[in-house]
């Protein structure tokens, strides 16, 4: 278990380094992402979804604050917020430079969902991300791609809302990426608790036995 923990803290504490690639990364996601939603090209914002990096940042963070180690939390924090600032940033870009050449906004988006369903989905995208970022298993694909789908959309939405001026479109992502934000946390967190509880059974029948 301690050797788990041990090998869970280095790895979380390499997810909260912030360098070139990452920003790299940011960029490039938030840029397909951009004119992807502009266009409607589903190709584009699929690939856009593969390169985003949210989930290892978003995950060492909320292991390690588990874990108690608040200036790495910090740290962690404020990596998830410079990706956050830099792709809202590129979307302002992009979809001003569009805005120049096209006089057509994309349309409004509407909510299928409730609040209580987002919630539901991000819960469970929290509690896989976690559960396989915990684990040794290459799924680094996978988790990332669930983490964009919650939180990538919203947030280019929000740089078009802001273009546009489209102040209901603007809402609704702003409820959307916080009902996300929140459900992952509290999905992993979940996870989290669950395994130290599980922990404590096992020992507790090892010393019994």
């Not at 302002?92 to 969902?113: A, D, G």
């Amino acid at each position: 278990m301690k050797d788990l923990n041990i090998r869970l803290i280095r790895k979380a504490t390499k997810g909260t380094i912030l360098d070139a690639n990452l920003v790299l990364l940011a960029i490039a996601s938030a840029l397909l992402a951009s004119i992807g939603i502009y266009f409607g090209s589903s190709y584009l914002f699929l690939g856009s979804l593969l390169l985003s990096p949210f989930a290892n940042p978003l995950l060492s963070t909320i292991y390690l604050f588990k874990a108690k180690h608040y200036r790495l939390v910090l740290t962690g924090c404020k990596v998830i917020s410079v990706i956050s600032v830099v792709m809202l940033v590129v979307g302002l870009i992009v979809f001003m430079m569009l805005k120049n050449e096209y006089k057509f906004p994309p349309s409004p988006s509407e909510l299928i969902v409730t609040k209580e369903v987002i919630m539901l989905i991000s819960l469970v995208v929290g509690m896989i991300g976690m559960f396989l970022w915990c684990r040794k298993s290459q799924a680094d694909i996978i988790i990332g791609f669930l983490f964009s789908i919650a939180l990538l959309q919203p947030l280019i939405n929000i740089s078009a809302s802001l273009v546009f001026d489209d102040s209901i479109r603007l809402g609704a992502n702003f409820m959307v990426i916080t009902i996300n934000l929140l459900g992952i946390i509290i999905g992993a967190w979940l996870v989290l608790v669950s395994k130290k509880l599980l922990g404590k059974v096992r020992c507790n029948r090892k010393k019994n036995l």
